[in-house]
Each structure stands twice: as structure tokens, then as C-alpha cells.
């Protein structure tokens, strides 16, 4: 069976409240957002995904980040891992 884990603490705060304003499960909500993803993206163009994900993406890195890779503990401290 394959499993996913959520490292991000805001993604997991944000299906647990979804999971429990609508009383579903947690896969079952993150099996909602993701078709509903699909759906949203299904009639889209391959490169216009692409530059919407990289314009979201680009608009939340700050500015002393752009055009350098972060290091090991500027990811973990993003992504609330140790």
C-alpha cells in the first residue's frame, strides 16, 4: 500500500480542518482537492501549467532566495522537518 506523508504543517492544518468542517476523512479530502486539481487542469496547455505553478512558486520565495538552491536548514526550517 502507498502512503504519503505531509510534512508541510500548514497542509496538514489545512486537512484537518477541512476533515472535520465536512466530517470526511483525511483522504478523503485530499482525494477531493486533487480531482478537483485535475478537473481545473485538465483542458490546460502543458507550458500554461507550468508557468502558473512557476509564477504561484516565484511570487512566495523571498527575495534573497531567488537563483540559489537553500540549504539543507533553510528547507527543514521551511518545512517544519528536523
Known amino acids: 500500500m502507498a502512503q504519503i506523508n505531509l510534512r508541510n504543517p500548514k497542509a496538514v492544518a489545512l486537512v484537518e480542518r477541512l476533515a472535520a468542517r465536512t466530517g470526511k476523512s483525511k ?3 485530499l482525494l477531493a482537492a486533487l480531482e478537483a ?3 481545473q487542469t485538465a483542458g490546460a496547455d502543458v507550458d ?4 502558473s505553478l ?4 516565484h511570487a512566495r520565495i523571498r527575495p534573497e ?3 540559489r538552491q ?3 536548514d ?3 526550517a521551511e518545512l ?3
Open 80 to 82: 517544519g522537518t528536523p
Open 54 to 57: 512557476a509564477h504561484e512558486v
Open 27 to 29: 483522504t478523503a479530502v
Open 74 to 76: 533553510e528547507l527543514e
Open 48 to 51: 500554461e501549467v507550468l508557468a
Open 70 to 72: 537553500p540549504s539543507r
Open 37 to 39: 486539481y485535475e478537473a
Open 65 to 67: 532566495h531567488l537563483g
